[in-house]
């Protein structure tokens, strides 16, 4: 996770489309925390053709 004053970035290095689905973001702080549900969706890259005519 990196964070700056006004923001906060998490990178996962290795996810799969398994990994998609519903995940719940918790921010706190001094003030109180926040809960956000939101839908990661994960894409891959398509594979290569199969069964081709020409």
Do not use: F, M, W
């Not at 290795?14 to 995940?23: A, F, I, M, P, Q």
């Amino acid at each position: 996770i990196e964070s700056t004053d006004t923001t906060s970035n998490i990178t996962v290095p290795v996810c799969l489309r398994t990994h998609s689905g519903r995940y719940t973001i918790t921010a706190k702080n001094k003030a109180g925390q926040k809960h956000v549900n939101v839908r990661v969706n994960v894409l891959d890259v398509p594979g290569a053709p199969r069964e081709l005519k020409v």
